[in-house]
T-cell receptor, first 115, second 115 residues
Framework: AQKITQTQPGMFVQEKEAVTLDCTYD???????LFWYKQPSSGEMIFLIY??????QNATEGRYSLNFQKARKSANLVISASQLGDSAMYFC????????????FGTGTKLQVIP | NAGVMQNPRHLVRRRGQEARLRCSPM?????VYWYRQLPEEGLKFMVY????????ESGMPKERFSAEFPKEGPSILRIQQVVRGDSAAYFC?????????????FGDGTRLSIL
């Protein structure tokens, strides 16, 4: 069975600084995908970034990058130049295998950006 | 708005009543997923549907809960004889197909409150 672990319930970061949100995963299947979603206080779920297990390079999307360390089974989200609007819950998620597999979510990290 | 549409945004029911939650996927998406989010927790998978078919309902309680995605119209998550423990945010997500790297795009959720 697959498992996603986010060990940081809450994080603070100064505006304009970079922050890393941790995510570790556990699966024995060599084929999997990792996702990060943002959930602001308004409640919607916003897709941020994707990393495939066979991808050779770390994924990047604007100010978001994924620090993918396959041997350590970690997929940390790095947000550069934090903005006040980045304050939100962040969820790491994983789907395993080829074809249909349900997505498993972590428990989330609440990020607060301080002016 | 071309995104996933969920309604109502908020729903209040008394114990024993029925709750019907609707989800219209993004245009061109034929895969629908329902998730439940309890307060201060991550999303838990409930059910995965394609048009007129339930593919995976392993996360859905066996009693009182049902889901459908008819040929025409939105997907419906139905909760009969609601209890206080059903209070949660229910999210619908959709994707165009079930490829490994396809993110699921989420609606804004329905907040269900049971009195």
């Amino acid at each position: 069975a697959q498992k996603i672990t986010q060990t940081q319930p809450g994080m603070f970061v100064q505006e304009k600084e970079a922050v890393t949100l941790d995510c570790t995963y556990d699966t024995s299947d060599p084929s999997y995908g990792l996702f990060w979603y943002k959930q602001p206080s308004s409640g919607e779920m916003i897709f941020l970034i994707y990393q495939g297990s066979y991808d050779q390079q770390n994924a990047t999307e604007g100010r978001y990058s994924l620090n993918f360390q396959k041997a350590r089974k970690s997929a940390n989200l790095v947000i550069s130049a934090s903005q006040l609007g980045d304050s939100a819950m962040y969820f790491c998620a994983m789907r395993v295998g080829r074809g249909y597999q349900k997505v498993t979510f972590g428990t989330g990290t609440k990020l607060q950006v301080i002016p | 708005n071309a995104g996933v549409m969920q309604n109502p945004r908020h729903l209040v029911r008394r114990r024993g009543q029925e709750a019907r939650l609707r989800c219209s996927p993004m245009k061109g998406h034929s895969h629908v997923y329902w998730y439940r989010q309890l307060p201060e927790e991550g999303l838990k998978f409930m059910v995965y549907l394609q048009k007129e078919n339930i593919i995976d309902e392993s996360g859905m309680p066996k009693e009182r809960f049902s889901a459908e995605f008819p040929k025409e119209g939105p997907s419906i998550l139905r909760i009969q004889q609601v209890v206080r423990g059903d209070s949660a945010a229910y999210f619908c997500a959709s994707s165009p197909e079930d490829r490994d790297n396809q993110p699921q795009h989420f609606g804004d959720g329905t907040r269900l409150s049971i009195l």
